[in-house]
Structures are given as C-alpha cells and as structure tokens.
C-alpha cells in the first residue's frame, strides 16, 4: 500500500522554468490538496479537489496551475519558477473532504523540495 | 486569519517525561486535529477532537478541546526519544484545514 507518492522529492530549478510536481495516491480518496510549508509559516493551502474534474484554489494559489483528470492523481504545475516559490511541496489525501461532518484524517506524501535560483 | 497557533514553537524535554503542546484559533471549528512531523518527512495525522468533545485519549496521547477559549493541548505522556518531531494543530472550518507553525519537541535520551 503505498499511499500517497509525490515525484520528484528534490529539483532545483532556474527562474522562469517550468515544471510539473506529480501527486499520486491509491486509496481512491476523492479529496486531494497542495500545501507549501516555508520555514515559520506552517503549511499553507495552494489548491485542492474534492473529485475528479473539480478543482478550487486555496489560500496561496498565485503562480501555480492544477488539475484532476483521475481520481488517482492530482499534478500541481509551476508556469515559470520564481524564487519566492522555492519551498516544500507537500500533497495530501482523504477519503471525503474536511468539514462538519467528515472525520477522515489527511493522509501526506513526504513532499518535494523545490528551490529556484 | 482562522490559522491555529501553536505555543511553545519550542520545547525540550528529557525521556520519561511529559511534554504539553497548546494551539489557539480563532473562529469557531467543526473539529481540530493534531498531526506530527518527522524530519524531513510528511505530517502523519495523531488524533480528532469534534467541537463538542471535552477530551481524548489515544495511547500516550491526551488531547483537551475548550472552545470558549479556542484553546487545545496536546499532552505527550513518558516522552520518549522517537516522539522528537513538529507538532501540529488543525482547525476544520468549511471544507478546508488551516494549520499553525507547529512546536518542535526534542526529546533527549
């Protein structure tokens, strides 16, 4: 069982490139998100889904593009790399998403460390 | 902002003893969860208090919820050197988490 799996976990990139953090998760989990986690911030939402084909930005979602066209993945993709977006990428996982009524913990990958000269 | 804070950002204690974590927010929560970070690694989730529970146990772990101070703790008992990692609170609101900067306890053996 191999939970959630995110590639690269290192890449250094120059400002103005492109690239493309791959999520994947197989426990058929319909919610899955992507946090950025700076050193004295915490972990801040950048984009999430709630199912395959929907997909809504988060707190910090400048910059960055996603989208869910299965419910197994759910890529998080840098336009062109600026260096205020080297940080740790973490993407996670539940079964429904949180609210009121649901009880399911996030499940995490153990992220990708991006910098960005 | 609904984003939790955690208090001590720091905190070292020896093996054998407890170690006590506590979170504020600031909105009213459907549930707050607790998660713990090893370096290097992912968050791994600890345990769930709903908003109209009062206390939890799971294991060494003991979570207290009071909401008309928009307090938590986390209470670690007989600490050992494995629990050194972040620690960090959860607040549900709506359909998303918002998480504090976490304490980091070291546990020295």
């Known amino acids: 069982n191999a939970g959630v799996t995110q590639t690269p976990k290192f890449q250094v990139l120059k400002t103005g490139q492109s690239m493309t953090l791959q999520c994947a998760q197989d426990?058929?989990?319909?919610?899955m998100s992507w946090y950025r986690q700076d050193p004295g911030m915490g972990l801040r939402l950048i984009h999430y889904?709630?199912?395959?084909?929907?997909?809504d930005q988060g707190e910090v979602p400048n910059g960055y593009n996603v989208s869910r066209s299965t419910t197994e993945d759910f890529p998080l993709r840098l336009l062109s790399a600026a260096p205020s977006q080297t940080s740790v990428y973490f993407c996670?996982?539940?079964?429904?998403?949180?609210?009121?009524?649901?009880?399911?913990?996030?499940?995490f990958g153990d992220g990708t460390r991006l910098s960005i000269l | 902002s609904q984003q939790g804070e955690e208090d001590p950002q720091a905190l070292s204690i020896q093996e054998g003893e407890n170690a006590t974590m506590n979170c504020s927010y600031k909105?009213?929560?459907?549930?707050l969860q607790w998660y713990r970070q090893n370096s290097g690694r992912g968050l791994v989730h600890l345990i769930l208090?709903?908003?109209?529970?009062r206390e939890k146990h799971s294991g060494r772990l003991r979570v207290t919820l009071d909401t008309s101070k928009k307090s938590s703790s986390l209470l670690i008992t007989a600490s050992r050197a494995a629990d050194t990692a972040s620690y960090f609170c959860?607040?549900?609101?709506?359909?998303?988490?918002?998480f504090g900067e976490g304490t980091q306890l070291t546990v020295n053996p």
């Open positions: 426990m058929n989990h319909e919610y």
């Open positions: 959860t607040e549900t609101s709506g359909s998303r988490l918002t």
């Open positions: 208090i709903r908003s109209n529970e």
């Open positions: 889904s709630v199912g395959a084909g929907i997909t």
């Open positions: 909105t009213s929560i459907n549930n």
């Open positions: 996670a996982s539940s079964y429904s998403p949180p609210g009121q009524f649901s009880n399911q913990p996030q499940h």
